[in-house]
């Protein structure tokens, strides 16, 4: 009986030590955020039963970078206004 109890005990201890660690590394991450991408545990697609619904594989804008964006915008103004003066 004093086994099993001990048991118990040193698994109930270990485990709340982990997830004692898991919040503290979470919350240094999300602290100094300022050099990367900081840890977001529950989001809406973390809900989602088959992953998220919003992603789209086949979306080739969904992963785009503002510079990215800004150099795609900037090429489709410069077409527009080629397409404007042949016409």
Same mark, same amino acid.
Do not use: C
């Given at each position: 009986?004093?086994?099993?109890?001990?048991?118990?005990?040193?698994?109930?201890?270990?485990?709340?030590?982990?997830?004692?660690?898991?919040?503290?590394?979470?919350?240094?991450?999300?602290?100094?955020? %300022?050099?990367?991408?900081?840890?977001?545990?529950?989001?809406?697609? *973390?809900?989602?039963?088959?992953? *998220?619904?919003?992603?789209?594989?086949?979306?080739?804008?969904?992963?785009?970078?503002?510079?990215?964006?800004?150099?795609?915008? %900037?090429?489709?103004?410069?077409?527009?206004?080629?397409?404007?003066?042949?016409?």
């Amino acid at each position: 009986m004093d086994q099993s109890a001990v048991f118990l005990a040193g698994s109930v201890l270990t485990v709340m030590g982990f997830i004692v660690i898991v919040v503290g590394l979470t919350v240094i991450n999300n602290i100094l955020h %300022k050099y990367w991408k900081p840890i977001t545990i529950f989001t809406k697609e *973390s809900f989602s039963l088959f992953g *998220s619904s919003y992603h789209n594989p086949s979306d080739p804008m969904q992963n785009l970078t503002q510079e990215e964006y800004d150099k795609l915008v %900037k090429h489709l103004e410069e077409i527009r206004a080629v397409d404007k003066t042949t016409v």
